[in-house]
């Protein structure tokens, strides 16, 4: 027994002694005169069972995962830049919302394989249908202004549905979920004006948004019920009607699997260069540095805007690699964010330092070596090459930033190296899965051969280099 805190037999006695009719029951503190506290409104009383709960969570998380694939799918395909780097965000944004999901589906007896197996005839149509759109435009257009209205309006209608008491966790979930949705519908709207002010026709745009919304329907949109989204609020989707008759022609019909770009679009506000990953070489003595510090700087400032192309390629990934736990898609999510932020965090840098980001020009070396490389490859190039060696060049230059005084660079350095330790350790963890290994010496060595491979077939490299190229040298031209 303890005997170290006070009296514990005195203790043990109180409680043995009888609770009802005790002063003791009451507690201490002031004996309340009134109980005003604020009161509850929910009432009992859902219009679903757990298992109906579950099949609509099934059908939300299934939406999730196809969205944020077909983002991923159009990132290289989609030149410009703001889009692109709203599409890194938003892949995340609808990750993190599947995830969720799938952890209430857990609770709601229906564990993670089953959720990551589910398959939709339905479902997989529509996402067939809407990734065929014919522009980025067009994808924009279908996406952001009738697909996430709808399941927007689906959510809050099953929030709204559902035992308030009972089922108290799906409505918290759905409430936090609701403002990713707003923030994205807004900027789609204002997207969508912006392709229409850049000259795309609005009839053609609304033509397709029409489209798509009449395939939803036509199968009881995103619930799959003839009686649901039928509420009202600003964000209603466009037209009238609930089950509409199925579109004659879809665009995706006898084709095969939408294939990505493989050209990695960039709008004609940038200019580029590929036979080369040195910034100096590409400038021609363009620019000038006062020091070899300056130098540096911009050097590393460039490879962060330029991570462009770590956003297309762990998308490219992501839209690629299937068959694998949503805990993949929600990892390589997160690093597309990640990535995102390095870019828009070397794009801001540039202006701080008085450049038009857009005058440096983009280097694509590194995601024409991977393009056309298999997907599981092209991960463990990026990873166990290019991430390995920017996370180190991070922490050196944040070091030295902040020697030189310079502390808006050296902490935005300081957090990218943050950042990439946790895409080696994510990156290392999902390749041993998809090679099926422990032995990460193997996945480089099998890695590097066909990297190798790839810069000889492009001629940056000639055979002669090709023997001898080191980890580090392949590091530093592939990149990030
Ligand atoms: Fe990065
Ligand atoms: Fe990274």
Redesign the pocket.
């Known amino acids: 027994m303890m005997e170290a805190n006070g009296h514990p037999q005195d203790k043990n006695r109180e409680m043995e002694q009888a609770w009802t009719n005790s002063t003791a029951l009451r507690g201490v503190g002031v004996p309340l005169a009134k109980y005003n506290f604020p009161k509850d409104a929910r009432q009992l009383g859902g219009d679903f069972t757990v298992e109906e709960s579950a099949r609509l969570l099934l059908r939300f998380f299934l939406f999730e995962r196809n969205i944020l694939r077909a983002i991923a799918g159009w990132s290289m395909g989609t030149p410009e830049f703001e889009v692109k780097v709203e599409f890194g965000r938003h892949i995340y944004y609808h990750a993190e919302a599947g995830m969720k999901i799938r952890t209430r589906l857990t609770e709601l007896r229906t564990a993670e394989e089953t959720t990551d197996k589910f398959q939709s005839e339905d479902i997989a149509e529509f996402f067939s249908e809407l990734i065929y759109s014919e522009s980025p435009a067009h994808f924009v257009a279908a996406l952001y202004g009738v697909v996430l209205p709808h399941l927007k309006q689906a959510y809050q209608e099953h929030a709204a549905h559902t035992d308030q008491v009972a089922d108290a966790p799906t409505v918290r979930m759905i409430r936090q979920i609701m403002p990713d949705y707003d923030e994205m519908i807004a900027w789609g709207a204002s997207a969508i004006q912006a392709y229409i002010q850049g000259g795309y026709d609005e009839g053609s745009l609304h033509q397709w948004q029409d489209h798509i919304e009449k395939l939803l329907r036509s199968f009881g949109g995103v619930t799959n019920s003839p009686t649901s989204e039928r509420g009202g609020g600003k964000d209603r989707p466009r037209s009238v009607g609930v089950v509409s008759r199925r579109p004659e022609k879809l665009r995706s019909e006898g084709k095969p699997t939408f294939e990505r770009s493989f050209i990695a679009t960039r709008d004609p506000r940038f200019g580029t260069f590929e036979d080369t990953y040195e910034y100096q070489a590409a400038d021609n003595g363009q620019i000038e540095y006062e020091t070899e510090f300056d130098k540096t700087r911009l050097n590393l400032i460039r490879s962060?805007r330029d991570?462009l192309d770590?956003i297309e390629t762990f998308g490219n990934v992501l839209y690629e690699i299937r068959d694998v736990p949503f805990g993949f898609d929600y990892d390589l999510a997160r690093i597309i964010w990640?990535?995102t932020r390095?870019t828009e965090l070397g794009h801001k840098a540039m202006k701080a330092l008085g450049y038009n980001p857009y005058d440096l020009l983009n280097r694509l070396i590194g995601i024409k070596v991977r393009t056309k490389m298999p997907a599981e490859y092209s991960l463990a190039e990026i990873n166990l090459f290019g991430?390995a060696n920017?996370v180190q060049e991070c922490l050196r230059y944040a070091r030295e930033a902040y020697e030189n005084g310079d502390d808006l660079t050296g902490r935005m350095f300081d957090f990218?190296n943050a950042?990439?330790r946790t895409?080696l350790a994510k990156g290392v963890h999902w390749l041993k899965h998809i090679f099926g290994t422990d032995s990460v010496q193997e996945i480089e060595q099998k890695t590097k051969k066909i990297a190798v491979d790839r810069l000889l077939e492009l001629g940056i490299i000639n055979h002669e280099v090709a023997l001898t190229i080191s980890h580090r040298e392949l590091a530093k031209i592939i990149g990030?």
Do not use: G, P, R, T
């Open positions: 962060q991570e770590a990640d990535e390095h991430e920017i990218v950042d990439e895409h990030e």
